[in-house]
């Protein structure tokens, strides 16, 4: 089974700190996924990557980046956090050079609250 | 504009009945593929079923299916027999063209009654 794992199940952090959500997959997949949850938006894209070193900015990069260094892990970087990136981030992972029909597998969920 | 809608922000159903979660959805490709996804109360993700844009028939998975309507462009997903389990949010998401990444709808909870 593919096992996608993030660092830290809750977060509590302080307006302006610099913080890091890590994801790691242990299945060799070359895709991986940041989104974050809010209700009543379901889950939004805010980077990806298909390949080690390689970024793309999904539809709500503005306050985040993004590190991937190794095939295996994504991590997502809040530069300055604010009281509107409290939300549950989800990072996904799946395999590339394939179709359509190969699903997002999705870690348990970092739920992040910014005071 | 909108490439993922699912209208109905929560549903209830009694167990063992079936219950059908809308989503219909807006692409310019030809080549595309249909996912949903079940999260329950614990916050994981699981994949549930899924459909490709040339597929001819509606796919199938256990107790779920799917109603895929390509000239309406909406693939609503069936569950049939609820059961209390199936209590969660539901996500329909889509893939477009060459891209791996997907884009979800608002989705929909459904709360199964006994």
């Known amino acids: 089974d593919v096992k996608v794992t993030q660092s830290s199940r809750y977060l509590v952090k302080r307006t302006g700190e610099k913080v890091f959500l890590e994801c790691v997959q242990d299945?060799?997949?070359?895709?991986m996924f940041w989104y974050r949850q809010d209700p009543g938006l379901g889950l939004r894209l805010i980077y990806f990557?298909?390949?080690?070193?390689?970024?793309e900015k999904g539809d709500i990069p503005e306050g985040y980046s993004v590190s991937r260094e190794k095939k295996e892990r994504f991590s997502l970087i809040l530069e300055s956090a604010s009281t509107n990136q409290t939300s549950m981030y989800l990072c996904?992972?799946?395999?590339?050079?394939?179709?359509?029909?190969?699903?997002?597998?999705f870690g348990n969920g970092t739920r992040l609250t910014v005071t | 504009a909108q490439k993922i809608t699912q209208t109905q922000p929560g549903m209830f159903v009694q167990e063992k009945e079936a219950v059908t979660l809308d989503c219909t959805y807006d692409t310019s490709d030809q080549s595309y593929g249909l996912f949903w996804y079940k999260q329950p109360s614990s916050g994981e993700m699981i994949f549930l079923i899924y459909q490709g844009s040339y597929d001819e028939q509606n796919a199938t998975e256990g107790r779920y299916s799917l109603n895929f309507q390509k000239a309406r462009k909406s693939a609503n997903l069936v569950i049939s027999a609820s059961q209390l389990g199936d209590s969660a949010m539901y996500f329909c998401?889509?893939?477009?063209?060459?891209?791996?990444?997907?884009?979800f709808g608002a989705g929909t909870t459904v709360t199964v009654r006994a």
């Open positions: 990557s298909y390949d080690v070193k390689m970024k």
């Open positions: 996904a992972s799946s395999p590339g050079q394939i179709g359509h029909n190969s699903p997002l597998h």
């Open positions: 998401a889509m893939r477009e063209g060459p891209d791996y990444k997907l884009s």
């Open positions: 299945m060799d997949h070359e895709n």
